[in-house]
């Protein structure tokens, strides 16, 4: 599975973006889909990951009521709405599938075996 991530930009706090994750390769659109970032000098984090069929869906406490994620199968497409950004959100965005035949959603970057490259957001105060 090959993901590439796009939508970063730079915003001011209170601002909204719209990430998207374009996946490619064999059943691709059959994956758990996650989104994690990585602030500078910081771990990466877990931001929010999706089901294979976008029926469940699982968010950080930091971004609960502010982000949303979501999939359309049929273009093999993943989503991450941003609302409400802030300077804490800054950081580069990255999104990652699990292996296609797991269907339990994870917070864990190791429960991830692909990964694309991430696209940065920079919140401005």
């Known amino acids: 599975v090959q993901l590439q991530a796009s939508g970063g930009g730079l915003v001011q706090a209170g601002d909204s973006l719209r990430l998207l994750c374009a996946a490619s390769g064999p059943s691709s659109s059959n994956n758990v889909i996650g989104w994690f970032r990585q602030a500078p000098d910081k771990e990466r984090e877990f931001v929010s990951a999706?089901?294979?069929?976008?029926?469940?869906?699982k968010y950080a406490d930091s971004v609960k009521g502010r982000f949303t994620i979501s999939r359309d199968n049929a273009n093999n497409t993943m989503y991450l709405q941003m609302n409400s950004l802030r300077p804490e959100d800054t950081a580069v965005y990255y999104c990652?599938?699990?292996?296609?035949?797991?269907?339990?959603?994870?917070?864990?970057?190791?429960?991830?075996?692909?990964w694309g490259h991430g696209t940065l957001v920079t919140v401005s105060s």
């Open positions: 999706i089901g294979r069929s976008g029926t469940s869906t």
């Open positions: 990652a599938a699990r292996g296609g035949r797991i269907t339990v959603i994870t917070s864990s970057r190791a429960g991830y075996s692909y």
